[in-house]
């Protein structure tokens, strides 16, 4: 017997987890829009458009400014692995999952890493950062801008200063905030700042923003050894994205499309705006829950906007309630991850998914299922 498929039919689901969020309308249409060569004319004015409009979310006007064609994590390695040499210092602020892995790539790339820690649910401390940085020398200075993990949002230009002052590189993680909490990257001298299509840009995961800065572009062609990856080497892929429009590796067409719609979207809304809605709806979905009688893991100043971490309460399953929100209301949050597995719940309220609307519907599902 020959196994016969069924039409391929999701669900569809209200997402308010750690990402991908919902995506609107016109992205979704995006990916349908026919398939060119990646050399077509008609194409290079779409990734023209891509980089203008990336230039203008990511406030900054680096040159070298593109999505990397892999997830958040992908633009992660990118960014590490263009800037280290085997030896060179790497100091990694940590405070949740998504620092640990920007310590684990560092030492792939050869680096020796040093990391200041803070508490999950925390932030980095600069005064920290200094200090370590008096008995090390880093070539570069790392921290994650919306820790997902734990909800915590970084202040970063302080760190951004710190790692000046010793003439480090200063990288940030925008994966999360990108598009939701304002994220200037020449205004605060970020020199390498990556971020995820999936998140609070809204268009389905598959790229990753990437930034490099003059003081990084110096790093870059400075370099003694080759990039140690080849598929992400950003002097190659510049190539391709710079006007020689050399082949490296063929782009994906439909995810750019779709990148470039949900660029649109945004810069439509407009990003003050949009950062202001994330804000609203924030406070919305954090008095509903205090109505609840839930508290909040991280204190007020340093919450990320987009991603709310919530304690679960003593005697509460965490698996069951979010198994019911699922089944029941077909709407997705997230779990606890390492440390904070089991602890708390990740509510997230990414782009499209940031509606009154949908935390009216996930309070009023918790009200009866708590
Ligand atoms: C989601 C996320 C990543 C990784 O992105 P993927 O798309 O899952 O590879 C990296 N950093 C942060 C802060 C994230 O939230």
Redesign the pocket.
């Known amino acids: 017997m020959v196994k016969r498929y069924e039409k391929i039919n999701p669900p569809h689901r209200i997402l308010m987890g ?2 991908p969020s919902n995506v609107p309308a016109p992205v979704m249409a995006a990916l349908g829009a026919p398939v060119v060569g990646h050399l077509d004319p008609a194409f290079l004015a779409v990734m023209e458009e891509v980089q203008e409009m990336l230039r203008a979310v990511m406030r900054t006007e680096n040159m070298l400014t593109i999505p990397v064609s892999g ?4 633009a ?1 390695e990118a960014a590490l692995v263009n800037v280290l040499e085997p030896g060179d210092g790497a100091l990694i602020c940590v405070n949740g999952v ?1 620092g640990e ?1 920007m310590c684990d790539i560092a030492g792939r790339c050869g680096a020796e890493v040093r990391r200041v820690d803070a508490p999950w649910g925390s932030p980095v401390d600069p005064g920290a950062v200094r200090k370590e940085l008096d008995g090390f020398k880093a070539k570069v200075v790392a921290a ?1 801008h ?3 993990s734990t909800g915590v949002l970084q202040p970063l230009e302080d760190l951004s200063k710190a790692a000046h002052e010793r003439g480090a590189l200063f990288l940030a ?1 925008a ?2 905030s990108l598009a939701g909490a304002p994220v200037e990257v020449d205004r605060w001298g970020i020199d390498v700042c990556y971020s ?1 299509t ?2 609070c840009l809204s268009c389905p ?1 598959g790229l ?1 923003p990437i930034t490099f800065g003059p003081r990084a572009m110096e790093v870059l062609t400075k370099r003694k050894t080759k990039v140690r990856s080849w598929y992400l080497d950003m002097t190659m892929i510049l190539k391709y994205w710079g006007p020689d429009r050399a082949y490296h590796h063929t782009a994906p067409i439909s995810m750019i499309y779709a990148l470039r719609e949900a660029l649109r979207v945004v810069l439509e809304e407009g990003l003050e705006k949009r950062w202001e809605r994330h804000l609203r709806v924030h406070e919305f979905l954090v008095r509903g829950l205090g109505k609840l009688g839930l508290s909040m893991l991280v204190e007020k100043p340093y919450r990320a906007p987009m991603i709310n971490t919530v304690v679960i309460p003593e005697g509460v399953n965490d698996l069951d309630v979010r198994r019911r929100l699922l089944g029941e209301y077909s709407l997705e949050i997230g779990g606890g991850l390492g440390v904070l597995k089991g602890k708390v719940w990740r509510i997230g309220i990414m782009g499209d998914s940031c509606t009154e609307e949908n935390v009216g519907i996930l309070l009023g599902a918790l009200r009866k299922l708590l």
Do not use: Y
């Not at 997830?71 to 992908?74: D, E, I, L, R, V």
């Open positions: 750690p990402g997830t958040g994590s992908a992660m998504f892995r994650v919306a820790e997902t993680d994966v999360t995820g999936q998140k995961p990753a």
